[in-house]
Antibody, heavy 123, light 113 residues
Framework: QVQLVQSGAEVKKPGSSVKVSCKAS????????ISWVRQAPGQGLEWMGR????????NYAQNFQDRVTMTADKPTSTAYMELSSLRSEDTAVYYC????????????????WGQGTMVTVSS | DIVMTQSPDSLAVSLGERATINCKSS????????????LGWYQQKPGQPPKLLIY???TRESGVPDRFSGSGSGTDFTLTISSLQAEDVAVYYC?????????FGGGTKVEIK
């Protein structure tokens, strides 16, 4: 089963961008769909979108469509999530989460999660 | 979007007693072609990422104690902890993966009475 290790905490100014990485190990990277899920302090889980490396396709939730970019670098088995035009409401823990799907066309529950990356947006 | 509604928001159960969490989806998450419910349950403890407990509504993830069980179909689902242990104190979330955007319930906090 793949393991996911995320980059460290970030502090950003309003209006700036943040790029969080998620490095996979222990599996064939292209066979895993990587989603990004965020959790504001004391709040629930919110799906932001996913990257399907084997198809080079990304799907985004409507709430983030205009501000998020998800990419995957296959040689380094690393997925990235970049969120722009940051505001205070974006302060949250950002998780990458994955499931195995060699076709890129299935959807499954997230059986593997990264440890989370705290992003703080403050002036 | 499929809205997932969990109840209750929180519950307190005595050690060894049963805990029951409900989850309702705004539309069916049963895929007719394979007869699978695209519904998962997660457990989240403070400072940790969520952990998958149940997928396909009723299949226990490897390593998950058998006191955890999932049931239901279509739009109504239940997570049951048959005999609550101290280590089960956590927030539990249901999630549908039938269609994007993938959506989660609001969470149920389980505590010891």
């Amino acid at each position: 089963q793949v393991q996911l290790v995320q980059s460290g905490a970030e502090v950003k100014k309003p209006g700036s961008s943040v790029k969080v990485s998620c490095k996979a190990s222990g599996g064939t990277f292209s066979s895993y769909t990587i989603s990004w899920v965020r959790q504001a302090p004391g709040q629930g889980l919110e799906w932001m979108g996913r990257i399907i490396p084997i198809l080079d396709i990304a799907n985004y939730a409507q709430n983030f469509q205009d501000r998020v970019t998800m990419t995957a670098d296959k040689p380094t088995s690393t997925a990235y999530m970049e969120l722009s035009s940051l505001r205070s409401e974006d302060t949250a823990v950002y998780y990458c989460a994955s499931y195995y799907d060699s076709s890129g066309r299935q959807t499954r529950a997230f059986d593997t999660w990264g440890q989370g990356t705290m992003v703080t947006v403050s002036s | 979007d499929i809205v997932m509604t969990q109840s209750p928001d929180s519950l307190a159960v005595s050690l060894g007693e049963r805990a029951t969490i409900n989850c309702k989806s705004s539309q069916s998450v049963l895929y007719s072609s394979n007869h699978k419910n695209y519904l998962g349950w997660y457990q989240q403890k403070p400072g940790q990422p969520p952990k998958l407990l149940i997928y396909w509504a009723s299949t226990r993830e490897s390593g998950v104690p058998d006191r955890f069980s999932g049931s239901g179909s279509g739009t109504d689902f239940t997570l049951t902890i048959s005999s609550l242990q101290a280590e089960d104190v956590a927030v539990y979330y249901c999630q549908q993966y039938y269609s994007t955007p993938l959506t989660f319930g609001g969470g149920t906090k389980v505590e010891i009475k």
